[in-house]
């Protein structure tokens, strides 16, 4: 297997709606990351987590809460959005030692819209 | 501080046509660079890396990339466009050690029938 799954494709939530993304890997990799990105722009880090602990924060408000329960899932609790947030929301995996050079492989993102 | 600059926003390439794509970095050390496809709305897909060794190097889907340290560039190229090659194509670079890619803004191709 050497796809990263996210889930939901596409989510619409109110300002007040608690949500969550889910990323998911088999590849043995390590090192997960969140991407945001906005229409014409290039990806932005939000967070990444190496060997299942939180290695860098870019940032990033609080209503954004990554949570890493193993391995293979990554997750993104969203509460209280505001619709600027509304993005691309991009998962990626690689090697935990010197991930740079190995590359990251990318989900397929989960479209968020905030109204 | 690692940067990339992608001068091309977009190109348009006759169908059949060849493709070259801009890219240059700025790092102090031996950069690693990387190529991504991105169609609309999807993920990023690597197309091919530089490490070191030979500075030209073969990606996927017939594309292919030469590292060039005295001009800071990784041009990216593909002797003949096909329309499914149309999306959104960012060069990025990465520092070992380092947990990050930095991306360029990106250069969407459009390809004419």
């Known amino acids: 297997d050497t796809e990263v799954t996210q889930t939901p494709k596409h989510l619409v939530m109110g300002m007040t709606n608690k949500k969550s993304l889910k990323c998911e890997q088999h590849?043995?990799?390590?090192?997960m990351y969140w991407y945001k990105q906005k229409a014409k722009k290039p990806p932005e880090l939000m967070f990444v987590?190496?060997?299942?602990?939180?290695?860098i924060n870019e940032s990033v408000p609080s209503r954004f809460s990554p949570e890493c329960p193993n391995s293979s899932l990554l997750n993104l609790h969203l509460h209280a959005l505001q619709p600027e947030d509304s993005a691309l929301y991009l998962c990626?995996?690689?090697?935990?030692?010197?991930?740079?050079?190995?590359?990251?492989?990318f989900g397929s993102g989960t479209r968020l819209t905030v109204v | 501080a690692q940067s990339v600059t992608q001068p091309d926003i977009h190109i348009t390439v006759s169908e059949g046509a060849s493709l070259e794509l801009r890219c240059n970095y700025s790092?102090?050390?031996?950069?690693?660079l990387f190529w991504y496809v991105q169609s609309p709305g999807q993920g990023l897909q690597l197309l091919l890396k530089y490490f070191s060794g030979d500075t030209l190097v073969q990606g996927i889907k017939g594309f292919e990339a030469e590292f060039k340290r005295s001009q800071s560039s990784f041009n990216l190229r593909k002797p003949s466009v096909h329309w499914s090659d149309a999306a959104e194509y960012f060069c990025?670079?990465?520092?070992?050690?380092?947990?990050?890619?930095?991306f360029g803004t990106g250069t969407r191709l459009l390809v004419s029938p």
């Open positions: 590849m043995g990799h390590r090192a």
């Open positions: 987590y190496s060997y299942e602990k939180l290695s």
């Open positions: 990025a670079v990465g520092s070992t050690g380092f947990q990050k890619l930095v």
């Open positions: 990626a995996s690689s090697q935990a030692k010197t991930p740079s050079t190995g590359g990251y492989t």
């Open positions: 790092y102090g050390a031996t950069p690693y």
